[in-house]
Every structure is written in C-alpha cells, then in structure tokens.
C-alpha cells in the first residue's frame, strides 16, 4: 500500500506512515463491525437452538439490533459508584478494548496482508492476551463492591490457568512450523498431509487442536467456562458496576476476544488464509474469504457450545486446566519435539517452505542433519 | 538483526485503539451531561448488593488457593519462556539441546507432581 501512497506524490515515510494509519483502520472499524454482526449472529444461533425467533424487529430480519443496542447504551448514564476507584474505574474498560484491538496486529489476512509481519507474531499474541487479564482485575478491585471482586478473582485464576496449556500447545505448533512468524505458519501448513492444508490433519496435533479450542472458550470465559460472569452466582460478573458505553466495551472486547480465538484457530490449525485442500483451483478463492470462512465456521462451534453445553463448576474447571491439559500438552511437547527430532524434520524443511530464510530470522546451516 | 521499525504499526496501532477505547468510554459522559440523562443520586451510587446496604467490606479475605495457582503459574509460564526459544533453534542445538530440554522438563514434572501429592491443585 506504500508504494500506492507515493504514486500520489508522497515522500516515502508519509506514504508508509499513511498506509499504515489506512491498515489501522481498515482493520479495527471492520472488526467493531464484525463484532456489532457476530453478537447478532450469536443471538440468531443460540435462538434458533432454543426454537425461538431471536432478534428480528429493529431492520430486515433484525439485523440492526447490535446498532441499537450501542446506540442505547450510548445515550445512558456512565454510573460511577461512589466508593469506586474512579481513575482505575474508568481505565479498565479502556485497557480491556485496547488489548482486544491490539491482538489483530498480527494476524495474516492474506500472503504478505498483515499489519506488523514480525518474526515473534505468536509470541505478540500470547503477551497481548494474557494483558487482558488487567482490565478484568482492575475492573473487579475499583469497583468496590463484592459481586465484581469475586469475578476478578475467578476471571484471574481461570485465564492464567489456561494460558499455561495454550502455550504449550503453541510450542508443539511452533516446532512443526519452525517459526513465530505467523504467516510462516501458515505456510508450513500448505500441503500437510494428503492435500490438506492445516496442521488439523496430522495425527500428532489433533489432539492439540481440540484442546486449544477448548482452553480458547476458558480464556475468553465463553460459555461453558463463563463463571465470571455466571449471573447466578455473581450478578454479571466483574461488570456488575458498570452501564453505559463502558458496559459495553467489555461486551465488546469479549466478543473480539472469540473472534480472536476463531482466527488464531484458523491460523494454527486449519491453515489460515489457505484454501482446506491444496488444489489449484481453490487459490482462485481470495486468501481473506477462506479465512473468514473458518473464522465464520469456529464462531458457529462456539455459538453452538454455548447454546448446548451446562457451565462448568469452578473446581472442575480447574481440574480440566491444571490436572488434564496442562500434563497432558506438556506430554505432547517431548512427544512432537521428539519426533520431529527422530524424522529429521529441520534438515529438509529449510529449503522448501522458506524461499527467504533471513526473513523470518532462521539459520540454514543445521546441526541435526545426518 | 532484529528489524525494529517493523514494530512502529503496532505502536501507532496501539495509540489509535487507546485512542478509540477512551472515546467510546468519555464520550457519553459528556453526551449523558449535555442530553440530560445525568442525574445522580446517593441510591443510584452505592454499590451493589441485591437492593440493601452491604454489609461489610467487598475487599476482605479471599481463598489462599488462588494465591497458589498464581504462583504455580509462575513457575509454569517462566517454564514456557524457556521453551519458546528452544523450540524455534532445535535445528541448531540438536540432539543436546534437546535432552537438555528434556531433563530440565523432568525436574519440573517432579515439582508439578510434588505440588499435586500436596493438594495444591484441589478445589474441593
């Protein structure tokens, strides 16, 4: 996009600086969009789940409800309760919609369609991510009320215990791909296993797979694993004191937060903006419309999961991260390491999927080779 | 040679989205002031505790066990820090660094499973 700035007569930093604000904005005003729709979506789902209509007055088929809804809760009073930190009070929503914006920095929509294509993108994802945990557990202690501070409690405990078996699993996809780069992962993914482009395929990291999306629903406290909020135990959760906007940017940054999910889902697993098979003709579908496709696809599975799965108790919820994920991704990390050590797997994979090592920060010369 | 100025969108990125968060949360304030709709009152500003006067302190004792998952997960999370390098330059190290890894992930599998036999991962 820098060089279509400088035919407009632009110096090269203004060009760039330009092409950056536009990718900005291309991608954080479409993703308030998307998340406006998938809130709507969602409701659609889990309604049609229930035999019941869902949103369907405000526009054609109810597809403006999202839009009123913002504007409602725009036009209401900010309450700022009186025995509430108030500065911390007001810095947690922004800190939580901040994180969830930042997270999409990274995200390759297309070969070569990425804001920052750093060479530690993954690594930028699980650090964005686990910053989200602040803005829950501001939110709880400024509040000072009681509901709220349980939340946080909950909300800190259950995110850090599953960003300990997100990372492993991370590691395993980290080692097949060799690299943190995002869109080098997906490359790696190209051809996998009989045509299909996606690590999804492979035998060894199936099963990391269906824990990742699992652990994905209990980071982003989506349903079964929503006892942050669960409103009968604790009212709405770390939210309880908040109206108005900043009411709903939690909403919102929630639902940015699955959204994230789902990509990172499509991006690891399922070969990200590549076509699920690796034919020919499949590439003449855009990269960013089969990305979106999965996105579209792993947002239906968690609507679903919502719709139909009972909520976890937090003993059990802890049992699932602490006793069953975390041994078990810690298993198929000397699992995956040691195959891919015993097949020899870094001497041949350089020269193919890399056409550019240097790029992507890899040595060439290995000294595993026979 | 790490290439810095790769980093600069995710800086401007950042202080677009602080930029915006902090819009959706001051502006309807200003617009609650201008429409009318603020009107607070000392009911209204009290915190929440199912319609009568708290009791007592929200900030008091929680449970210790939440203070030990905080900590396991230091212990767990600074194990991955380890690995993420490892596992981007096994080309490299080989063999030995993989065995080294490995007797490193065993001392900690001791820990984990110390910490289990301790009851520090039950929640009754």
Known sequence: ?370 | MVDLSQYLPILIFLAIAQGLSAAFVFLPIGVAYLTGAHKPDAEKLSEYECGFPAFEDPRSQFDVRFYLVAILFIIFDLEAAFLFPWAVSLDVTGWPGWITMMIFLAELVIGFAYAWKKGALEWE
Request: charge should be neutral; glycine fraction near 6%.
């Open chain 1, 1 to 370: 996009m820098t060089s279509f700035f400088q035919t407009l007569g632009m110096t090269h930093e203004w060009a760039w600086f330009t092409a950056t604000i536009a990718g900005i904005l291309l991608i954080a005003l479409p993703l308030m969009l998307a998340v406006a729709m998938i809130i709507y979506v969602d409701r659609k789902i889990w309604a049609a789940m229930a035999l019941r209509r869902g949103p369907n007055v405000v526009g054609p088929f109810g597809l403006l409800q999202s839009f009123a809804d913002g504007l409602k809760v725009f036009l209401q009073e900010t309450i700022i309760p009186s025995a509430a930190n108030k500065v911390l009070f007001l810095i947690a929503p922004i800190i939580t919609f901040t994180v969830a914006l930042m997270a999409w920095a990274v995200i390759p929509f297309n070969s070569g369609a990425v804001l920052a294509d750093i060479n530690v993108g993954l690594l930028y994802v699980l650090a964005v991510s686990s910053l989200g945990v602040y803005g829950v557990v501001i939110a709880g202690w400024a509040s000072n009320s009681k509901y709220p501070f349980f939340s946080a409690m909950r909300a800190a405990a259950q995110m850090i215990s599953y960003e300990v078996s997100i990372g492993f699993i991370l590691i395993c996809v980290v080692l097949w791909a060799g690299s943190f780069n995002l869109n080098a992962i997906v490359m790696a993914q190209k051809d996998h296993v009989w045509l299909i482009n996606g690590f999804v395929a492979n035998p060894l990291l199936f099963p990391l797979w269906v824990m990742f999306l699992i652990s994905g629903m209990a980071e982003t406290a989506r349903a079964p694993f929503d006892l942050t909020e669960a409103e009968s135990e604790l009212v709405a959760g770390y939210q309880t004191e908040y109206s108005s906007m900043a009411f709903a940017l939690y909403w919102l940054g929630e639902y940015a937060n699955v959204l994230l999910m789902c990509a990172l889902n499509a991006t690891l697993f399922f070969g990200g903006w590549l076509p699920p098979l690796d034919i020919p003709v499949l590439y003449l579908v855009p990269g960013w419309l089969w990305l979106f496709a999965k996105i579209f696809f792993f947002f239906f599975i968690f609507s679903w999961v919502k719709a139909t799965v009972p909520r976890y108790r937090y003993d059990q919820l802890m049992r699932l991260g602490w006793k069953i994920f975390l041994p078990v991704s810690l298993l198929f990390v000397v699992l995956v390491s040691g195959w891919l050590m015993a097949t020899h797997h870094f001497c041949d994979a350089d020269q193919t999927l890399y056409p550019d090592p240097d790029h992507y920060g890899r040595i060439v010369n290995n000294g595993v080779c026979p």
